[in-house]
């Protein structure tokens, strides 16, 4: 059973409240202090008795400071300077509990009150609170003589009341556990009386009562008992053989009652450190003194020896300061005959900067995120010093040039805190160097290394290495062809520098660029989807998006231009003369023409660029090669000769045009040319050319194909209405036979008609036709509105609305107007209908050939007879639709 009693103060406490101080109090007193942790300044004093069995409870931690919910999720741990863990903390119940035994004399040997000091640290946010623990002394300890036996000599002629100085026991417990009294059995010779010294031990004289006879009693045998005031009471004993001498009647006197001596700690072994001295008025061998030192322990660690003949006082061992600032000796001066003289020499131990620091980390993760804001704790720092004053008072700094500085918190603890921005891409790693200093002469420090690295975030987008990127591919590539590899660069770390590729979201002639052109997420490298067309598009831009893989992603963008190279894969067109497949053009020379005659030009032009463009002209077959040359450059067509009556009305010329590329493309063009004076010579003489028969066959098969969907459409069409005739009538019955009201209802896109009913907005259509096709296509627009009213004008039913999905089915025959062109062919046969739109009647008309052989022929020159353009074929229609629901 033992008793327990907690202590709490608080620094900086109000007067006026013994509470532990809240969170918010502590802030206000902690105004410069601009870190992210919060330290608490509370100590608790515990006491407790030593020799505790391990395990025992030494108090409610977590219950005395409040920290019932922070112990386990602030990682809460202790810090004891001292190498032996005497507590532990138990986490989950918040006990301070004992880890080892607790011996309160090896711990604190006679220093009293004996307490050692802890500290509590508590993670997220960093928080400390300082324990104090006293030991209190058990009586577990009797008291002990130094010696089994004490032997005395003490002459007869002693006089009554000499006092003869006693082994002291020793007692390793303090208080009312120590030596408290002694006491003396056995003769009425000597009487014993009991001294306290200054620093409150006791110990025993013996006083001679009465004179000595050794001729009646030679030896005497008494009991020295030592009795500690513990509960319950221990004592030791020893016994004391008195030797009875014969006269000595003088004994040794000091010429000081004490004797004071002061010695650095740090003074070698062998040192004289103090001398004393004494006399004896005896002469002769009776005045013969010996020195010695009393009250001590055979183990001893008294560090000195005293010369038994000349008094000095020497340094056996080492001295330390920090462990025995002083020390008391008793010096006794003993002649032959047993009689003695008492002394104390004071030795006192003056302090020397002899310690260095002692840097302890006590808390520290080696990690900081480069976007920790400026205060930051990295870590707490305790640094001891074992020396006193002045040698003992210690200062911590760091280099000047690192983002890091020291502040000073709580007995000898720093926080290493941020004070500038960290930026892992330039510093990804500080080696922190902590050197402690003490303000001793000479100073003494020591140092120690902190590794601290700096974990990355996504600060930094990635960056390609090229504003613009230009690149090559040649006209007609293969798709899937690589074009060039973008890249980027991102200095962030692991996940962070990973770099994906994309196209933005851009078009390309209305086309998103994706259609034409991928890029590896990977490597950057872009590939053509496609095969370019340098006559569609000289040059692509594209924007391509460096994205990184932090979490938020950082992103940038280039351009890559991609520049098309021409190819020569166009051969050159003839623009001029036009050949037509069923016509011809003729170009008329007069035969009195002379020499270089310009007779035609022939016009031609290549989409390549460059030297893939230059055209030149050929004269390839002539009917007359003498007579016509053609311009390598220009293409113009001139006779190198005079044209004479010989030469035939019929000269055909076929010139090839030919571009400069490799390899070179070319096109050749038929020139006919008719030598004659007059019109009707030349009509007779071109008047049997074919017919383009294989275009009379191609409008053939297009007339069939759409006469039979025409009559299909038709029968479709008659099927349809027919249904929906008989639909209706069936609804008319219905609405007919019954009883219900008729509320008219309007739809705002009807209009109101005579009355009666309602009828849609006309519907126009348009039907166009390419001017260089045969073929047409025709597009129908549908009605916005597809709910239709139908309303019985002889009955009173209920109106019902339905949805007109196919307009088509309630349309009426209403006229229509269809304008055809016929043209004639080589023959002067009509070839095609016109309907006449003024009635309902159809007729014909067909250009006839009266004016010469060109007209209605397929090789009619361009420009030239009323069917020049016959190609275009310009068709319009328009349609009207009504709907009269009072006739339904």
């Not at 508590?122 to 609170?129: Q, R, S």
């Not at 479709?716 to 005739?725: A, M, P, W």
């Not at 019955?733 to 006309?762: A, E, K, Q």
Request: charged share 20%; proline share 5%.
């Amino acid at each position: 059973v033992f008793a327990v009693r907690a202590f709490v103060s608080c620094s900086n406490a109000n007067p006026s409240s013994l509470n532990i101080p809240s969170s918010a109090w502590a802030l206000s007193n902690l105004q410069n202090l601009f870190i992210l942790f919060l330290f608490y300044f509370i100590k608790i004093r515990y006491v407790l008795p030593e020799e505790m069995k391990r395990g025992s409870v030494i108090g409610n931690v977590a219950l005395d400071l409040g920290l019932q919910a922070r112990l386990v999720s602030g990682r809460a741990r202790l810090v004891i300077d001292d190498e032996h863990q005497y507590v532990t903390l138990n986490q989950n119940k918040g006990h301070i509990v004992v880890n080892e035994r607790i011996d309160r004399e090896i711990l604190c040997a006679k220093k009293s009150p004996c307490s050692f000091t802890l500290e509590i640290v508590l993670e997220d946010p960093l928080e400390l609170f300082a324990i104090t623990i006293e030991i209190q002394d058990v009586n577990d300890h009797a008291p002990v003589f130094p010696k089994n036996e004490i032997n005395l000599e003490i002459s007869e002629s002693t006089s009554a009341g000499t006092v003869f100085l006693l082994d002291s026991a020793v007692d390793p417990d303090v208080g009312i556990n120590s030596l408290q009294t002694y006491s003396l059995k056995g003769n009425e010779h000597f009487v014993l009386k009991q001294h306290t010294r200054a620093d409150g031990s006791k110990y025993p004289e013996m006083m001679l009562q009465s004179n000595l006879d050794r001729e009646k009693q030679s030896e005497h045998a008494l009991i020295l008992t030592a009795v500690d005031g513990g509960e319950p009471q221990k004592s030791g004993t020893v016994k004391i053989n008195v030797s009875v001498l014969d006269a000595n009647d003088n004994a040794p006197i000091f010429m000081q009652s004490s004797y004071k001596a002061t010695v650095l700690e740090n003074v070698s072994p062998g040192a004289v450190i103090a001398k004393v001295s004494a006399e004896d008025a005896d002469q002769g061998y009776n005045g013969n003194i010996a020195y010695s030192f009393t009250h001590q322990k055979d183990d001893s660690s008294c560090p000195f020896e005293i010369n038994p003949v000349s008094g000095e006082v020497k340094l056996t061992g080492e001295l330390d300061f920090e462990m025995y600032p002083s020390y008391e000796i008793n010096i006794q001066a003993k002649d032959p005959w047993g009689l003695a003289g008492a002394s104390k020499l004071m030795i006192e131990v003056a302090d020397v900067n002899d310690n260095s620091p002692v840097i302890t980390m006590t808390s520290y993760s080696g990690k900081i995120s480069e976007d920790s804001p400026y205060g930051t704790v990295v870590a707490l720092i305790s640094v001891q010093d074992k020396d006193s004053g002045r040698n003992g008072q210690v200062h911590l700094t760091i280099e000047e040039n690192l983002p890091f500085k020291i502040k000073s918190s709580l007995r000898n603890y720093y926080t290493l805190a941020t004070e500038k921005i960290l930026d892992r891409e330039r510093h990804s790693k500080y080696n922190i160097t902590l050197t402690a200093t003490d303000e001793g002469v000479p100073a003494l420090s020591s140092t120690k290394v902190l590794s601290l690295e700096v974990t990355d975030v996504n600060d930094n987008a990635p960056a390609f290495i090229k504003d613009n990127y230009i690149t090559q591919v040649m006209e007609n590539n293969p798709p899937g062809v690589s074009l060039l590899q973008v890249h980027a660069e991102d200095p962030d770390l692991g996940q962070n520098a990973r770099i994906s590729y994309y196209l933005t979201d851009s078009e390309i002639n209305g086309n998103p660029a994706s259609a034409y052109f991928s890029v590896n997420t990977e490597s950057g490298d872009i590939q053509s989807l496609r095969s370019f067309d340098y006559e569609q598009l000289k040059e692509y831009k594209i924007r391509v998006q460096a994205q990184d893989g932090g979490s938020p992603s950082l992103r940038s963008n280039t351009t890559v231009i991609i520049r098309v190279q021409d190819q020569n894969d166009n051969p050159p067109q003839v623009l001029y003369p036009v050949q037509t497949g069923g016509s011809m053009v003729a170009e008329m020379v007069p035969r009195s023409a002379d020499v270089g005659y310009l007779v035609t030009k022939v016009v031609a032009v290549d989409v390549d660029s460059g030297q893939n463009a230059w055209l030149s002209y050929k004269l390839q077959k002539a009917t007359d090669r003498a007579l016509f040359e053609v311009g390598l450059q220009n293409g113009e067509i001139r006779t190198i000769r005079q044209v004479t009556d010989k030469d035939a009305v019929k000269q055909r010329l076929t010139v090839i045009v030919e571009d400069n590329g490799q390899p070179s493309r070319s096109a050749t063009v038929i020139v006919n040319v008719a030598v004659a004076d007059s019109f009707p010579e030349v009509l007779s003489e071109f008047s049997d050319f074919p017919h383009d028969k294989e275009y009379n066959d191609n409008l053939t098969f297009y007339l069939v194909l759409a006469l039979a969907v025409v009559s299909f459409l038709f029968i479709t069409c008659l099927v349809v209405i027919i249904s929906v005739k008989i639909y209706r009538w069936r609804q008319s019955r219905i609405l007919y036979h019954s009883s219900f009201p008729v509320i008219p209802y309007y739809p705002p896109r009807y209009s109101d008609t005579m009355g009666t009913g309602t009828l849609p907005h006309n519907y126009n259509y348009e039907v166009c036709r390419t001017t260089d096709s045969r073929k047409s296509e025709i597009k129908f627009g549908q009605a916005n509105s597809q709910n239709v009213l139908l309303m019985d004008p002889s009955s009173f039913g209920t109106i019902q609305r339905i949805q007109s999905e196919k307009s088509i089915l309630d349309e009426t025959d209403s006229p229509a107007s269809v304008r055809f062109s016929a043209v004639l062919s080589s023959s002067g046969k009509c070839a095609g209908p016109v309907l006449d739109p003024r009635g309902a009647k159809n007729w014909f008309s067909c250009w006839q050939r009266s004016a010469g052989p060109w007209f209605g022929s397929d090789e009619a020159p361009f420009g030239s007879g009323p069917h020049s353009d016959r190609r275009k074929y310009p068709v319009h229609r328009a349609e009207s639709r009504q709907r009269d629901f009072n006739r339904e």
